[in-house]
């Protein structure tokens, strides 16, 4: 974990500084005593591996020095401010996603190879593949443009939260119910299962309260990389909608080449993906007893 | 020396048969595969459809009474589709239909060329990673990790914002990112194989390492990297569109799908079938090719495979 955060914050570090192009190039001409005592007071006059240390070192405490852009604002008190957003909505994203899609897949297993078997992974698959910067749109003219429902943009309110959090989940809906129908297939075949029919206990039982409990390991495992395709995907939901989250900060930052900004989002991150990942592995463990065993 | 060998590779990967395909009468994994693949009827029809997608998309500049997707009419202007515009025109009156068509020839050209990308990387590193083995193996895999455990597409976006936003380094970025579960899949069906009869023989024969490797070894090995290749293209193509639609991706004259939506977008309220018209053609596409590597998997992976009736 630790390794791989340093090696994110040198590839960035040290990107940043070989791209052509400073971060105070603008239409305006600056002078260049100005232009100097700006890199002096970013600390851009020393050399380079004096420059990479000392942002280690930030890096660690978490600060990351004010912006390029909005100099009066520390990068940290932007992350801190746009991270609750982009948490909220991918929250409730995958909330949504599991919520709907897990039943599906138990449902799908259940009747495997019948029509709604069929129908619903056809659906799955349909939701996968339908991007959500178009499903995005294709959403906002129907219920804000067409039958004028629901709020088309921003992040005021639980009616402006109903289209952003659909359009981020419909892919893990599909992908979830996918998993899930994967993991049941699996375990409806063992033999426990079958010890389960034998004393007589009602399906119902059977399937969600023995079978679910290895049918679901896949999903488990998958929510570490979900998170991670979540924060990808709500970088674009956050554009659509114009909502005020971290996603939307990186875009901007990156176009108006506000390094520190740029540092600080991608490493904040990373970190957060490492220990949600860690997570997962843990929960993984206490799931399936097989895990330890082994 | 080689045509020996080549008899002994033909018979089919030991690994493979999960002794459900030994039981059935003598046929090659391929004519089964085939099989079991036409039986999936929605497969098919996808592969038909793309394969109908990708002649026209290439076919474009000389498909007769296609106008030419940069004319302006600025006279014009917006126009809702028609019979002389099928998809309608954007604000400067160009033909929506034309510029579909053109911008899935950019689209597909950076999901095949990526793909091929990330094919080349990752069989060759996979398959070097797999036969080497021990010390060999473990540090290739370890890098691959790391990799892994990289949110990547922040360094995508990196690259393409501090660099260049040539379609070039566009390849070359999200080839470089699709290439890890590639390599996995290929060293891990390279160690099942290596230990094969058919290995030993090709190495009593004196065949060098390079030669096993990639005439005997990776052979072996295509049935789930054309699985996995089929759902390559789509992810790229959609890293494409998606990249494109923050303004990061194709940049203009040129316009792939997923630019024709982002300019779609922003004018929705006024004309939405700029981005209706894109938007489908694109999910279509995605669509038909995860069906298709669907269908492929359940035809040529025996482990995931539903039972044959």
Not at chain 1, 24 to 46: H, V, W
Not at chain 2, 132 to 155: A, H, N, Q, W
Not at chain 2, 266 to 291: D, E, Q
Request: charged content about 15%; some cysteine; hydrophobic content about 50%.
């Amino acid at each position: 974990m630790i390794p791989t955060l340093w090696v994110i914050a040198t590839l960035t570090f040290f990107m940043m500084r070989l791209a052509p192009g400073g971060p105070f190039l603008s239409e305006r001409e600056i002078p260049p005593a100005a232009l100097e005592q700006l890199k002096k007071s970013y600390g851009l006059d020393r050399p380079l591996h004096e420059q990479y240390f000392t942002f280690l070192g930030n890096a660690v405490r978490f600060d990351f020095g004010p912006s390029y852009k909005f100099p009066a604002r520390q990068v940290r008190e932007i992350i801190l401010e746009a991270f609750p957003v982009s948490l909220e909505l991918g929250f409730w994203a995958l909330l949504l996603a599991i919520v709907i899609g897990v039943p599906i897949g138990v449902f799908a297993a259940v009747k495997q190879n019948s029509g709604g078997d069929y129908a619903a992974m056809a659906a799955a698959l349909a939701g996968v593949s339908i991007p959500n910067f178009v499903l995005g749109p294709a959403l906002v003219l129907t219920f804000s443009l067409s039958l004028f429902l629901l709020p088309p943009a921003l992040w005021q309110g639980a009616s402006s939260r109903v289209l952003p959090v659909l359009t981020l989940s419909t892919a893990y809906v599909a992908y979830i119910a996918r998993l899930t129908r994967g993991g049941m297939l699996e375990v409806l075949r063992q033999d426990y299962i079958r010890t389960a029919y034998a004393k007589g206990l009602p399906e119902k039982d059977v399937v969600y309260k023995h079978g679910l409990k290895l049918g679901i390991l896949p999903v488990v495992s998958y929510l570490g990389p979900a998170a991670a395709r979540i924060i990808t995907g709500s970088i674009v939901v956050e554009s659509i909608f114009a909502v005020p989250g971290l996603g939307r900060h990186l875009v901007n930052a990156a176009f108006n080449r506000d390094y520190t900004l740029v540092l600080g989002v991608v490493l904040f991150y990373a970190f957060f993906l490492m220990v949600l990942n860690l997570i997962v592995d843990v929960a993984y463990t206490r799931l399936d007893p097989r895990v330890e065993l082994a | 020396m080689s045509a020996g060998a080549a008899v002994i590779r033909d018979q089919p990967p030991g690994p493979v048969t999960s002794g459900e395909i030994t039981s059935t009468p003598p046929t090659s994994l391929w004519s089964d595969a085939w099989k079991r693949m036409r039986r999936n009827r929605l497969a098919v029809a996808s592969g038909v459809f793309l394969v109908g997608v990708g002649i026209i998309a290439f076919m474009a500049p000389w498909i007769p009474g296609l106008s030419d997707p940069t004319a302006q009419s600025l006279s014009l202007g917006a126009s809702p589709p028609s019979a002389s515009h099928w998809f309608g025109t954007d604000e400067l009156g160009r033909d929506t239909f034309a510029r579909v068509i053109y911008g899935g020839r950019i689209s597909l050209l950076v999901g095949f060329i990526g793909t091929f990308v990330s094919l080349v990387i990752g069989v060759g590193y996979g398959a070097i990673a797999g036969y080497r083995g021990g010390k060999t193996d473990e540090i290739m895999m370890r890098v691959v990790d790391v990799l892994y455990s990289l949110p990547y597409i922040f360094l995508v976006i990196l690259l393409l914002v501090f660099f260049s936003r040539s379609i070039l380094m566009l390849f070359v970025a999200l080839g470089l990112v699709q290439w890890l579960t590639m390599a996995r899949i290929v060293r891990g069906q390279v160690l099942s194989l290596k230990n094969q009869n058919f290995v030993e023989a090709a190495r009593a024969l004196g065949a060098g390492d390079s030669q096993i490797i990639f005439r005997h070894i990776v052979p072996n090995t295509l049935g789930p990297v054309i699985v996995y290749t089929t759902l390559t293209v789509p992810a790229i193509i959609l890293q494409e569109a998606f990249l494109s639609f923050l303004g990061l991706g194709v940049q203009p004259p040129d316009a792939s799908w997923g630019t024709l939506v982002s300019e779609g977008a922003r004018l929705l309220a006024l004309f939405p079938w700029l981005v209706i018209f894109p938007g489908i053609a694109l999910s279509l596409t995605l669509f038909c090719f995860n069906f298709l590597g669907d269908g492929l998997r359940d035809a040529l992976d025996p482990q995931d495979r539903r039972e044959v009736t």
